[in-house]
């Protein structure tokens, strides 16, 4: 086996961008949006890119892809955030940068869920 496979596997692994992405965010609950959308402390923050969100959107929520976090974070309100995401992906990039701004994100929701199979994943 070459030495080099090894090497770039764990160049991969150790880079910055991978971790982003792909490693859990830790401290982040699975939880429905359905049941803090009655809540008024909570957030509901959508991530989603606007050509996805626009077609099934979440009532109540704030929508602010990643994409567009930089330079419009300000705009989402202290206290605590749930986000909802398309994907583990798209929860893991918004959760790093929000709390890499000082946000509190309690808890996330992914959109091609039912609220029963992400209770029944807990």
């Given at each position: 086996?070459?030495?080099?496979?090894?090497?770039?596997l764990?160049?991969?692994?150790?880079?910055?961008?991978?971790?982003?992405?792909?490693?859990?965010?830790?401290?982040v609950?699975?939880?429905?949006a359905?049941?803090?959308?009655?809540?008024e402390?909570?957030?509901?923050?959508?991530?989603?890119?606007y050509?996805?969100?626009y077609?099934d959107?979440?009532?109540?929520?704030?929508?602010?892809?990643?994409?567009?976090f930089?330079?419009?974070?300000e705009?989402i309100?202290?206290g605590?955030?749930?986000?909802?995401?398309?994907?583990?992906?798209?929860k893991?990039?918004?959760?790093?940068?929000?709390?890499?701004?000082?946000?509190n994100?309690?808890?996330?929701s992914?959109t091609d869920?039912?609220?029963?199979?992400?209770?029944?994943?807990?």
């Amino acid at each position: 086996m070459s030495i080099g496979i090894p090497i770039a596997l764990l160049a991969l692994a150790g880079s910055n961008g991978f971790y982003k992405r792909y490693v859990t965010a830790k401290g982040v609950k699975h939880d429905c949006a359905e049941n803090l959308s009655g809540k008024e402390e909570v957030t509901l923050l959508d991530v989603r890119a606007y050509n996805i969100s626009y077609k099934d959107p979440v009532n109540g929520a704030l929508e602010l892809p990643v994409a567009y976090f930089i330079r419009s974070y300000e705009e989402i309100p202290g206290g605590p955030i749930h986000v909802i995401a398309s994907d583990e992906m798209e929860k893991n990039m918004a959760v790093r940068l929000l709390r890499k701004k000082g946000k509190n994100v309690i808890s996330y929701s992914l959109t091609d869920e039912t609220c029963n199979e992400q209770l029944q994943i807990n």
